[in-house]
């Protein structure tokens, strides 16, 4: 179930009787980081039963997204065999070393990555979630390719990229937007954070975000509106040349991780 499927079974009042601002936060919290349903008092009266009684059915689909996708992060761990590091070092903005030469080191977000042949390392730790996986080493696997030119597109101006908008919306775009209305300014602070570089745009807030050393991501932020009906807006926008780099899946993927660390720094 996605969060948009279920918001509609909960009250939509955004009481924050949960513990989140909306009743959309909680629905993605709930769908997507696995946070307990009960939470809502009210969710019990509308959600059916045969939601509740698939359960377990949707805990085994879970188990086997995440067998897929560790058997996808252990498949490109194994290309990593016949790849030359040391020239595609330059190629992705990564550093090489002659006494390391079967690792490359590079920034994700603002945290410090190791990957090679052995496997991938964020802040030294192995990272649980097998996306972050296939994202590096899908960063690495493509080779590099043209490097950003500081010309901006959106999702929608990708190609094949339709069924990627509405999620780039909900798991990142939205989430951002609604954490920071009204705060503006913690967002600039956050994205400095994370050696963002603030951008000349008609908005409350724009930065240029170094997700990896060669994908940087636009952030625009516009805030609520309230007098005039307007809630808080965000759009995300890539270099033209983005796809030399990632596929649209790991794409998204990066973006959600972006605003994850955003919010997570909003402690």
Known sequence: MNPYQFLHYTPGTNCGECGYPACLAFAVAVTKAGVCADLCPYLKDTLPP??????ASENALDRS???RELALATHLRSKMQGLDLHNLAPRLGANWSAEQPELLRFSFLSRPVQL???GVFINGESPADPRDQILLYNYVASGGGRKPEGTWVGMESLPNSISKIRTLATYCEERIAERFSGRAGRLIELCAALDAIPAEQNAAAAAIIPVLPCLPLLLLFWDAEPEDG?????KILFDQ???DFLDLESLVFAAERTADRLLELDC
Not at 50 to 55: A, D, H, I, R, T
Not at 230 to 234: I, L, M, W
């Open 116 to 118: 090679g042949k052995a």
């Open 241 to 243: 040349h983005v796809l």
């Open 50 to 55: 045969e939601v509740l009684g698939n359960k």
């Open 65 to 67: 997204q995440e067998e």
């Open 230 to 234: 307007f809630s808080a807006k965000v």
